[in-house]
């Protein structure tokens, strides 16, 4: 039955050499390799749990009173937009379901990606001749974050519409063209005209997923063809050679079970813990707001940038050229996501390095690299846990106006220290493996002087007097 | 041997042939190393399938299932619990049952420089028999930059992206009418100390971000008012754009101090991050990243005790933008 | 008690004592114990007659609730008209006495009992005519316009479904543990930096609709699943980061292998 279904494959395409590279094509199985795996199943998930969210969801701003089954909103005015999701949560069986695994995929979508990038950076995965290969996933991350923006903004609920006024806010600020370009998206100023959230609609679910979908194509073949990168274990990995589990039989099921894991960690959390209740945040009104609005994980780490910056609009001659929301809502998530894409080439300068490599580094092995990630890394940590400061005043008592000036300080401070220390800390995990090394080597040639000594003693005379 | 003996065997032979497997077309080694069988594990997987099974029918009955308490939880719980039986049987197929080869294998070559020559010298010797080869560079340039140019352009139409007028404009003129959010008009009198209130103009769309006010009502004493902006209160109410200008979210909460001497003194705050304004100087940053003051509206109460517009604000409302500070609004005309 | 408190205490009530009474209506027994209460805890801050103590309190050497702020210069303000609402209030949640001149008074261990307490409140609601402990109905009224209201009063210091919040210079409390009345009684009073909304802003049957959905917020439809707070994308994230990431790593640490040492 193999072989029938196998020959009709190959009269029909001619592709069965192909089909036997790629049956037999190797996978080196460390864990962290499967890191990019959990993203793209997660984002299969979003797709499909996406595609039956379409036919409930209705993208018109037109008002409408809600006479549904939710008492709280009872008689209030709210968009068809806002209500056609709260039907689905409430009417539509399965539709709350849905509705909350498809957002968790987001969440986790995200964090998975983060993950990765974090594995591939700190292995030195992203070197030549797999420079592309990194700079299309960046690009993805920055494309998942835009398109998880646009999705819970489609609801248009108090939260996520009190977000959109925000990336409104941003988008203005940029320096000469950014009300130009704010008018250009919103079709006027804020809360813009009717076509916005069909924009946003559209976008969200056929422009970006396209631009997504591409981009993984390419580069999950780049993978393929350049192959994977792989730990140096034993002798037997070397650059020319790479050693792991093939496609199949032994990666078919091992890639099958992650995604079959990756559905149902998400369906278990769609289903067990509650995201987004729109109805108790109520429809958006530009006049409205409610305290602890925060949007997604995955933009928080702006609140953090946009809470701290002082107050000061940059004016020249009546222009304002750079208006405050720029430094945190734009200018830093450019830096981050610049230095990340320049990177492979700054290290290289810094470097000398321009070899091809296959075998990845271990964080420790490159001190350098490890540090500057890691300073990074604690910069943007840092900027994010400060969006959570007025929680902190809150819980621990610590004044918000006192963690403010900590924090601005902190970001100075902070990363110098990270690199110093993460920088200290290779080498002396390097240090350490040396020593052991040589105590190894050291035993072991005493190991052997002591069988020759068996087999061949030396003379006792050699004994001092006592 | 007899005719018939010999067809007998003839036949017996072929039909023996018949029942034998046809021979391969060549021996072949076997691909996949081979390993002891796991009976136990089988079961285990074969189980966890069962499990599956019975979680998926699971999910299908809670679905056909009418008003279930906790029916989101339930329909989660049974789909999840399959999916993840499912990946348990899988990966105990994985480890332990199918054969897991360490193999080895070439990295592909890092390049490929005959293919590489061949390529360029395809594209080079095409040009050949052109004699003027900058000059065609230069017009396919310039052709395809133009036509590039011109497939953007109409993005521009997507919104008033060149007329920046639409961020000046609010409804407030001279005359119009402060209304609450049913339309009623605000009466001084209705405007009490130590409270807030949102209005909008009378007629005009509400969601616009030049619509909202914040009124708060101050004792005359507590104002300390810049000249230009002394005539905008009226009986010590004073209005401001209720959206905060660092990035647009409503400015929806009010410090009002029961005792003065010893709690912060009154502010506008917004709840985003939390830049505060003084509504007794007319708005003006005391903490948080907002970078301009509240733009006011200058009021005052007619016969009837209602409150008016005097005027538009004194500044353009919303988050700051590269003309933010270039002009005044002026009153939209209404459509 | 401190010395300085006691001694002062015992001066104001001294002058009390002589002072004729004959000059305002004579107490009745609950509001006569309520005074001898009041004498003992609140005068210090409240001044005699609970007229407040505004002026610049003179900076002598010792401890006590005025030394601790310096810079202030008044200590607590007149409780005069204040009526049984405000008392039954600040009583019943604990937020008096405070501890700090100055401080956000905050739901807390309450000093007094039953009995105490009603005799705390007789007396304040004789210091001058004041409004009486409120009557809420939030039975009688609209969930759906309590969370109107709600939206447009309340939700920007407590949060749309009043899990408490922040603002400079204030952290607005959960509204879990206030029971109606003293929902009704705090929309009345604005205390520490709360607006004060009275009933031309806030009728009373606005104010029980406000009342029911605050009620409702104790325990809001939460078909989802666990609600993890009802703070939104803070708690979700650390789930999505800590239950759901985790537990996807911890798939992959099965699936694939770990580094071999040397």
Same mark, same amino acid.
């Given at each position: 039955m193999i072989r029938g279904a196998v020959r009709f494959v190959d009269r029909r395409s001619g592709t069965a050499p192909l089909l036997r590279k790629a049956l037999r094509y190797l996978f080196p199985d460390h864990w962290s390799f499967l890191l990019g795996e959990v993203a793209l199943y997660a984002f299969v998930v979003l797709v499909a749990t996406g595609i039956y969210l379409t036919f409930f969801y209705s993208d018109s701003t037109k008002d409408v009173v809600y006479h549904g089954p939710y008492a709280p909103l009872q008689g209030q005015h709210m968009s068809e937009a806002y209500r056609s999701v709260l039907d689905l949560s409430m009417t539509v069986k399965a539709g709350l379901l849905i509705r909350q695994t498809h957002h968790w995929a987001a969440n986790v979508f995200l964090a998975a990606i983060v993950l990765h990038v974090l594995r591939i950076f700190f292995t030195g995965a992203y070197r030549k001749p797999r420079e592309l290969t990194y700079v299309i996933g960046l690009l993805m991350l920055m494309t998942a974050l835009l398109e998880g923006y646009l999705g819970y903004s489609l609801i248009d609920d108090l939260l996520s519409g009190m977000g959109l006024a925000i990336g409104y806010g941003v988008a203005l600020s940029i320096p000469f063209f950014g009300a130009n370009l704010a008018a250009l998206i919103w079709d006027g100023p804020f809360p813009g005209g009717a076509p916005f959230y069909s924009r946003m609609y559209i976008a969200h679910v056929f422009i970006l997923p396209l631009v997504i979908a591409t981009l993984l194509a390419v580069h999950l073949a780049l993978v393929a063809l350049r192959h994977h990168t792989q730990f140096r274990q034993t002798p037997r990995e070397t650059e020319r050679k790479i050693v792991g589990v093939p496609t199949y039989p032994g990666q078919t099921p091992r890639s099958l079970g992650l995604f079959s894991a990756v559905a149902g960690v998400l369906l278990l959390l769609g289903g067990l813990v509650q995201i987004n209740p729109i109805w108790l945040w109520g429809p958006y009104h530009t006049y409205s707001a409610t305290n602890g609005a925060q949007p997604d994980w995955y933009l928080g780490w702006l609140i953090g940038a946009l809470r701290l910056v002082p107050s000061w609009d940059f004016v020249i001659g009546g222009y304002t050229?750079?208006?405050?929301?720029f430094w945190g809502g734009a200018a830093f998530p450019l830096i981050v996501f610049g230095f990340l894409l320049v990177w492979p080439w700054v290290e290289r300068g810094l470097t000398g390095d321009t070899a091809y490599h296959n075998l990845l580094d271990r964080p420790r092995d490159a001190p350098m690299r490890t540090a500057v990630g890691y300073a990074l890394l604690s910069w943007v940590l840092l900027i994010f846990l400060a969006g959570a400061a007025d929680r902190v005043d809150v819980l621990f008592g610590i004044s918000y106006s006192t963690q403010v000036w900590i924090y601005r300080v902190g970001v100075f401070v902070a990363p110098v220290v990270a690199a110093l220390v993460a920088y200290r800390v290779c080498l002396e995990l390097q240090r350490g493996e040396r020593v052991e090394r040589q105590r190894r080597g050291a035993e072991a040639e005493a190991d052997a002087a002591a069988r020759r000594e068996r087999l061949a003693p030396e003379p006792a005379a050699r004994r001092e007097p006592a | 041997m007899s005719k018939a003996k010999e067809a007998l065997l003839a036949g017996v032979v072929l039909l023996v042939s018949r029942l034998r497997r046809k021979p391969r077309l060549k021996e072949r080694e076997r691909l996949v190393a081979t390993a002891p069988p796991r009976p136990g594990w089988e079961l285990v997987a074969l189980i966890l399938l069962l499990a599956t099974a019975i979680c998926a029918a699971a999910f299908i009955v809670v679905y056909a299932l009418d008003r279930l308490p906790r029916e989101t939880q339930l329909l989660g719980l049974s789909l999840g619990l399959a999916f993840v039986f499912l990946a348990a049987a899988l990966i105990v197929t994985a480890k332990r049952l199918i054969v897991t080869e360490e193999l080895e294998d070439d990295y592909p070559v890092i390049e490929h420089p005959d293919e590489q020559e061949t390529v360029a010298q395809l594209v080079e010797e095409s040009g050949d028999r052109l004699t003027r080869r900058r000059l065609f560079k230069v017009g396919l340039g310039a052709a395809g930059g133009a036509i590039g140019l011109a497939l953007l352009a109409p993005v521009a139409s997507l919104g008033p992206v060149i007329d920046m007028d639409p961020f000046y404009g609010t409804p407030w003129r001279r005359g119009r009418r402060l209304v609450d959010e049913n339309g009623r008009p605000w009466r001084a009198s209705d405007i009490e100390q130590d409270n807030f209130y949102t209005a909008f103009p009378q007629h005009a769309d509400r969601e616009e971000l030049g619509s909202p006010l914040v009124l708060v009502r101050l004792a005359e004493r507590e104002l300390d008012l810049p000249a230009d902006l002394a005539h905008f209160p009226a009986r010590g109410i004073v209005a401001y754009s209720k959206i905060c200008t660092h990035a647009g979210c409503a400015i929806n909460l009010y410090r009002a101090p029961l005792f003065q001497p010893a709690e912060p003194k009154p502010a506008l705050v917004c709840p985003c991050h939390y830049s505060t304004f003084d509504p007794a100087t007319g708005g003006d940053v005391l903490f948080g990243p907002a970078g301009r003051k509240l733009p006011m509206l200058p009021i005052y109460v007619d016969a009837l005790d209602e409150l008016r517009a005097a005027g538009n604000f004194d500044g353009p409302v919303g988050p700051s933008w590269w003309g933010v500070r270039l002009r005044r609004p002026r009153t939209e005309t209404s459509p | 008690m401190t010395r300085r408190t006691a001694s002062t205490a015992l001066a104001l009530v001294a002058t009390l004592a002589a %002072?004729?009474?004959?000059? %305002?209506p004579p107490l009745s027994d609950l509001a006569a114990r309520g005074y001898h209460l009041y004498g003992q805890y609140c005068i210090a801050c409240h001044g005699a007659n609970g007229q407040g103590v505004l002026q610049p309190v003179p900076n002598r050497a010792g401890a006590g609730p005025g030394r601790a702020q310096e810079q202030q210069t008044a200590l607590a303000p007149s409780?005069?008209?204040?009526g049984a609402l405000s008392a039954d209030f600040y009583l019943r949640t604990g937020y008096m006495p405070l501890r700090e001149v100055g401080m956000q008074p905050r739901r807390s261990r309450v000093l007094f009992d039953e009995g105490q307490i009603r005799a705390l409140i007789a007396y304040v609601a004789s210091l001058g005519r004041g409004p009486p402990i409120p009557q809420p109905h939030p039975e009688r009224r609209n969930l759906s316009e309590g969370m109107k209201l709600f939206t447009d009063h309340c939700a920007g210091c407590h949060q749309i479904v009043a899990e408490g919040g922040y603002l400079t210079g204030a952290i607005p409390p959960p509204?879990?543990?206030?029971t109606a009345v003293q929902i009704a009684e705090a929309v009345r009073i604005g205390p520490y930096v709360m607006p004060r909304f009275s009933k031309k802003s806030i009728s009373d049957r606005e104010l029980d609709s406000i009342v029911r959905y605050v009620q409702y917020t104790k325990h809001p439809d939460d078909r989802g699943g666990w609600a993890i707070g009802h703070l939104g994308p803070v708690p979700e994230g650390l789930i999505a980061w800590f239950l759901g990431a985790t537990a996807l790593v911890g798939i992959c640490i099965v699936i694939g292998k770990r580094l071999k040492r040397e």
């Open positions: 050229v750079v208006p405050n929301p | - | %002072a004729p009474a004959a000059a %305002a409780l005069q008209g204040v509204l879990e543990n206030a």
